[in-house]
């Protein structure tokens, strides 16, 4: 961290704190939230965390979940007033204020000290003190290496043990992704001996599925998979209509982009799904196709080399159009061999 013993006699006295996370929070963005918010509690300090968005009820047996402030569902006026009173901002899993939609200006016009933790690309230069690596797996992994740094490692307890093993277990897509590295799984042997459960959390996580989610998934991979071989590529359009038609939730569209990314002598997927009046997407590639650029490029989205998400504001057809053709020049551009 830039500025560490500054950092360190700051917090040595109680600050009001507040912790806030990107919009339509993960696992990762509030496993990092929450296991940051008993560690400051714990600690003494008045620890608040506001999220842009709510959040997938999976994610609700974290520690704290109910203490959770959701912007959207807040009086502009009593959010304003935490802010002026907070002493500390602590801003996780983002890099960017525009990731926080209406709190980005908020939180930039605050007199609070800022504190950036996170591992994506291009960091907007905005915080007082920065925690920031793209090599780190998961914003999680870095609260983890924070608390280290304080030499405090002592102080993590089950319920931060398990908030954190969970941004970190799914940001590595379950330890499958590259990113997983031998510090991370050294950092999970601690967190397990800390008292983290981890068949409980992979069974929250991930056995918690809703039937219509089921359904969903089912019809997904059957009717809206596009394949394209010669390009080894595949993607799935969601329209809104076929999200009403099976009630999705917050989260029941997570991890879908993967079942594309899974099939053989596929390198590039992608998801392009109907919501809140954008076309939201999701890209995830193999190997050297960098999704963090071709999202910025054409999308104005960004995130990891192998993992981005960018939005359109054209129909949903007009979307699958630009994105087909995006691809091609993308491989011509990058001189990429799938």
Known sequence: MQNFES??????????????????????????????????????????????????????????NDSVLIYTEMDHQNVLRLFEEATAVFCLDFSTLSRINELGEIVRETKSKKILIDHHLDPESFADYMLWSTEAAATAELVFELIDQLQATNEIDEHIAECLYAGIMTDTG??????????????????????????????????????????????????????????????????????????????????????????????????????????????????????????????????????????????LDATEEKFLTAIFHSKKQLNYEF
């Open 7 to 64: 950092f360190k006699r700051f917090f040595e006295t109680p600050q009001k704190v507040i912790i806030t996370t990107h919009q339509n929070p993960d696992a990762d963005a509030l496993g990092s939230s929450l296991g940051l918010y008993n560690f400051l509690k714990n600690r003494g300090h008045e620890v608040k965390v506001i999220t842009p968005t709510p959040y997938p009820s999976f994610l609700n047996w974290m520690h704290g």
């Open 174 to 315: 379950s330890f499958r992704h590259s990113s997983t590295t031998a510090k991370v799984h050294r950092i999970v042997a601690e967190l397990i001996d800390h008292g983290a459960n981890v068949n409980r959390v992979s069974k929250l996580i991930y056995d918690n599925n809703s039937i219509n989610r089921i359904k969903f998934v089912g019809y997904a991979i059957s009717e809206k998979l596009y394949v394209h071989e010669d390009l080894n590529m595949a993607y799935i359009k969601i329209s809104k209509e076929e999200i009403a038609k099976y009630d999705l939730k917050s989260g029941d569209t997570e991890g879908l982009v993967n079942y594309a990314l899974s099939i053989k002598g596929i390198n590039i997927a992608a998801i392009l799904m109907e919501k809140e009046g954008l076309i939201k997407m999701s890209f995830r590639s193999i190997g050297d196709f960098s999704v963090n650029e071709f999202a910025r490029e054409n999308f104005g989205g960004g995130g990891h080399k192998n993992a981005a998400g960018g939005a359109s504001k054209e129909s």
